[in-house]
């Protein structure tokens, strides 16, 4: 039995850190774990420009002092994004990718694009100077059950922007289902997808049953325990299409223990202890690095990290709340550590 694993250092391509005082709290926790992350820009208002991508990569900065950690800064695609201006915020090395969240999908998608037809053309751009594409995959039409919101973006979206551009690195973000799961398998090397704890760790029963439970609900919402056994299966395949992102997403905790509770789950402070008991879990601790630090840089086609972290077999306490955040698997007792 592995009681001891040293890995390179991991990196986080998909995190929530916010703004204000919220940032002030919550950065040290992804700068503690990884190296990078992919800073998430749905902020109010969203960073659309590289003037704002650069502002705010000083604010992450400003609140991280002292950490070896490096954010890297994404955009925020709207109905008017314009192909130069992305061109020029990436080519000035601001902007990593661009964020599309289909408008009202989910927490701070209000700016986000009605119709993708609008921004072809920045899309086009993005795949001739190899700038990635990440996607929140859910439509929004009334007419379609949330639980079914994934599967049926890949039919009505994500096949046939794949097809139109095929050269696009497209990243299909927190994916939580088995189509999901098929499609990037089967999809060209340019596909890949973002896998969270949470989706690897919980059903839709967590949320529902004995009690409505605010803290286990994030968009895309977790699914049947089928959906999330594929994606479990996906996480320790080896497959280089899959790879950690966090979706590490705070709010205080009234804002979702409310009648309209806000989506989304706070797991950074135990991100590393909660994945890697999911591969302990399925016996696949020598596929744990290749996830966690490996296939995220060779997709976005950025180095390795150096340096490595230790994690151990051991207990993790997981409080009750960090500040005014309750983190994922509050109360609980993990069983292995950050050394
Ligand atoms: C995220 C947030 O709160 O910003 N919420 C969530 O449930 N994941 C937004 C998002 O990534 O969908
Ligand atoms: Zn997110």
Not at 210 to 216: C, D, L, W
């Amino acid at each position: 039995m592995t009681d001891r694993l040293t890995i390179r250092r991991p990196d986080d391509w998909h995190v929530h850190l916010r703004d204000g005082a919220m940032l002030a709290h919550v950065a040290k926790y992804t700068a503690a774990q990884f190296a990078r992350a992919i800073i998430m820009p749905n902020l109010s208002p969203p960073v659309t420009t590289a003037e704002e991508g650069a502002a705010y990569r000083d604010r992450i900065r400003a609140a991280t002092p002292g950490m070896d950690f490096t954010p890297l800064i994404v955009a925020y695609l709207t109905d008017a994004s314009d192909p130069d201006q992305m061109a020029r915020g990436h080519g000035e090395g601001v902007f990593t990718a661009a964020k599309l969240y289909p408008a009202h999908a989910t927490t701070g998608s209000a700016h986000g694009v009605t119709d993708i037809a609008k921004i072809m053309p920045v899309l086009e751009r993005m795949a001739e100077i190899g700038m990635p594409l990440l996607i929140h995959g859910e439509v929004t039409d009334h007419d379609v059950d949330i639980f079914d919101r994934e599967a049926v973006f890949i039919e009505r979206t994500l096949k046939g922007l794949v097809r139109d551009l095929p050269t696009l690195k497209i990243v299909f973000e927190h994916i939580t289902t088995s189509e999901a799961v098929d499609f990037v398998m089967s999809a060209p090397a340019n596909v890949a997808a973002t896998i969270t704890p949470q989706h690897l760790h919980i059903n839709r029963n967590a949320m529902l049953v004995g009690g409505i439970r605010p803290h286990a609900y994030c968009l895309p919402v977790a699914k049947r325990e089928q959906h999330r056994l594929a994606v479990r299966a996906a996480a320790v395949s080896g497959s280089p299409k899959f790879f950690l992102g966090t979706d590490s997403a705070p709010h205080a905790v009234h804002t979702k223990e409310a009648a309209c509770g806000c989506a989304g789950i706070f797991n950074a402070p135990y991100a590393l202890e909660s994945y890697v008991a999911v591969f302990d879990e399925e016996d696949a601790l020598d596929r744990f690095e290749g996830f966690a630090s490996e296939h995220g840089p060779n997709f976005y086609g950025l180095p390795l990290n150096g340096g490595t972290i230790t994690l151990e077999r051991g207990e993790t306490v997981v409080p009750e709340r960090c500040g005014e955040v309750v983190p994922f698997h509050a109360g609980e007792t993990l069983g292995w550590r950050l050394v």
